[in-house]
């Protein structure tokens, strides 16, 4: 397997906590172009310009190209082959803290990872175990390891890392909403959410917090419709989960340090509920593809509800 020391760049990961479920957005294969197939500088610049499009149909839309922008842009988030960290997450509420050093394909979104250690929140052990996401099917090796959840977990952490960029797939709808104040800062609102059908969990959305001046996302409201029979914009607890410690990796600017809090109702902010970082970040790693294919006795998860 490859070695999270062995490139990129290192941030000195914390102990955190974490609410019960986490996002899972829909997973969306970008397939090359007849017209550009060998040419891989001239399929960036397809793929960026019709990202553009898409995120040009709207007020809202405009503000996520903005801010992927300034989070690096739309043609370095194509040229960047893999996505690769340390993710370590841990929850009160559900009793789990794990951690995982992750490689996902930018292109397919398969994503497999080193699990390193599991456990509940507050005594995990040390495994050497491994589990995989490939769009279709999650498993996990070896099959006694009840927790993460492969099928939610596979992509999870990736898609929360990757915010704006994965907002700037296909099947993604944006609302510009009224700025709003937090802790000081007048933040610029957008929504996004997804068409019917896209991913296993079209109902989540995702609300940013854009910053005035530096126009990165410092937060973010979401909702974790995973496992829920629910439509797309259903009205489900939201969560405020803040970004913070930006670093600038291979061109591309991601935060590295997470922290989230329950809301009321009325929008106040309560208890912490989950905080997770990301350590030895590389967007260049090389995609190892035999670490897809399932151990022999590998435990396969299905789909909520089947």
């Known amino acids: 397997m490859t070695d999270p ?30 017209e550009t197939e060998g040419d891989p500088e ?6 960026a310009e019709e990202a553009r499009d898409r995120l040009q149909v709207n007020e809202g839309g405009q503000l996520v190209l903005e801010t992927i922008e300034a989070h690096g842009g739309l043609e370095a988030w194509y040229r960047a082959p893999t996505s690769s ?5 841990a929850n009160v509420g559900g009793d789990l803290r794990f951690k995982s050093f992750l490689v996902a394909d930018n292109r397919t979104r398969e994503v497999y990872h080193d ?31 009840e927790q993460p959840n492969p099928r939610f977990w596979g992509i999870s952490g990736y898609y929360f890392q990757q915010i704006p960029f994965v907002l700037a797939d296909p099947g993604v709808n944006y609302e510009r909403l009224p700025d709003e104040e937090v802790d000081g800062t007048t933040f610029r609102m957008v929504r996004t959410w997804f068409d019917a059908g896209v991913g296993e969990s079209p109902g989540d959305s995702y609300t940013l917090y854009v910053h005035p001046e530096t126009g ?15 439509p797309p914009g259903a009205d489900l607890p939201e969560t405020l989960f803040y970004y913070d410690d930006h670093i600038t990796v291979d061109g591309l600017t991601t935060a590295t340090a997470y922290r989230g809090y ?14 997770a970082f990301a350590d030895s970040i590389s967007f260049r790693r090389t995609f190892d593809r035999s670490a897809m294919e399932p151990p022999e006795g590998a435990r396969f998860v299905p789909p909520p509800g089947s």
Do not use: K, M
Request: net charge negative; aromatic share 14%.
């Open 5 to 34: 020391a062995h490139d990129g760049v290192s941030f000195a990961p914390g102990r955190f906590w974490a609410p019960l479920l986490f996002l899972f957005l829909p997973v969306v294969a970008a397939c090359e172009n007849p």
């Open 42 to 47: 001239a399929e960036v610049q397809r793929l």
């Open 85 to 89: 960290y340390t993710w370590e997450y």
């Open 115 to 145: 699990l390193l250690l599991t456990g509940s929140w507050d005594d995990p052990e040390s495994v050497d175990a491994r589990f995989a996401w490939d769009g279709e099917e999650a498993w996990i090796h070896p099959p006694e390891i």
């Open 216 to 230: 990165l996302v410092e937060a973010i409201r979401y909702t974790v419709s995973f496992g829920r029979d629910v």
């Open 262 to 275: 329950s809301l009321s109702e009325g929008g106040t902010r309560g208890e912490l509920r989950n905080e």
